[in-house]
């Protein structure tokens, strides 16, 4: 494996696909899922994330996935780039990952690595990314990532995404940031709130359904639009990991 074998890949999924978002602004975010291309644009929040950062003005977003391959790139010390394009992803101001369940912390780690990134939160510098964890983990067990995040955005994220990246672009100073986002309900700063978790996001109404972005046949759900007919669930299980995302019960849409 090389770097044109992976820019070819890359290339032929792009050339597939329907509804790809390609902007140009002075700030760059990449929002990557640490699972591959086929589970992470199966993900209806993904490309919903990927869609409202994308309408902040002066950023653009771009995605990234977890290889198909990570031993490959490891062996050829190949970097993570961008889809929209073939970029660096350790060089964007800002890396979002969307994690769905504990198992995929191992990719969120993998593509650290493969950005040239310190795995830690606390090892890298303020001149380094800034690394923000989100997605369906946040609702059941967000602590897991805490050592590898600088920001967590707690629930549902359509409204907090966009007011981080304004946050970034208005508070250069990494500290004085991270205390900033401290006191906004919904987010969770590791190195600030140790393992206190506050209350979780919630969208408002009138910004749902979330629906598909980007239709590609390289996916599960191959070339499907998808909408959201409701979100979250009225019963409230103790069991269930909804019952910490229903946000007050089933919202109709």
């Not at 499907?224 to 009225?234: A, T």
């Amino acid at each position: 494996m090389d770097r044109f074998s992976i820019q070819k890949l890359i290339r032929e999924r792009l050339f597939a696909e329907q509804g790809t978002i390609r902007r140009e602004a002075q700030n760059r975010a990449v929002l990557a899922y640490p699972s591959p291309y086929h589970v992470g644009m199966s993900s209806l929040g993904f490309q919903t994330m990927y869609r409202g950062l994308n309408e902040v003005p002066g950023w653009s977003c771009e995605r990234a996935f977890l290889p198909d391959d990570v031993a490959a790139y490891q062996r050829a010390q190949l970097p993570l780039i961008t889809y929209e394009s073939e970029s660096l992803v350790g060089g964007a101001a800002v890396i979002a990952f969307s994690v769905a369940y504990e198992l995929e912390i191992g990719g969120l780690i993998d593509c650290l690595e493969l950005c040239g990134l310190p795995v830690l939160a606390r090892d890298r510098s303020a001149a380094q990314p800034l690394i923000v964890g989100g997605g369906p983990l946040t609702f059941s067990n967000p602590l897991p990532i805490g050592p590898f995040v600088d920001v967590v955005i707690l629930g549902e994220a359509e409204t907090l995404g966009p007011a981080l990246l304004r946050a970034v672009e208005g508070e250069p100073n990494r500290d004085a940031l991270l205390r900033q986002l401290a006191t906004i309900s919904g987010f969770w700063i590791p190195s600030i709130h140790g393992a206190t978790l506050g209350s979780i996001a919630k969208v408002e109404d009138q910004d749902l359904p979330a629906y598909s972005q980007v239709l590609t046949p390289n996916t599960e759900l191959s070339s499907m639009f998808l909408i959201e007919p409701e979100r979250g669930c009225s019963r409230g299980c103790t069991y269930c990991v909804m019952r910490r995302s229903t946000n007050g019960g089933m919202r109709l849409v």
